[in-house]
């Protein structure tokens, strides 16, 4: 599970270890609907983009190579 904290919210996106060499990670970004803490709250598509676009900055930087 991968936790995406903002201000005072967070959300889980799920996650396998991809089995061949293309790629680390397999992210499963289409099942994030909802925002975990403090409540369950559908997301916004446009909360759904900014998220995405951080995740991908993130695995950048720690080099982790992942299919969204």
Do not use: H, R
Not at 4 to 25: A, H, P
Not at 33 to 51: C, G, H, L, N
């Amino acid at each position: 599970m991968i936790y995406f904290v903002e201000n005072d919210k967070f959300c889980e996106i799920y996650y396998e270890i991809f089995g061949v060499s293309q790629y680390d990670i397999l992210i499963f970004f289409d099942s994030l609907s909802e925002w975990a803490f403090p409540q369950k709250k559908e997301m916004m598509d446009y909360e759904k983009e900014t998220i995405k676009e951080s995740l991908v900055i993130w695995l950048q930087i720690k080099k982790i190579k992942a299919d969204l």
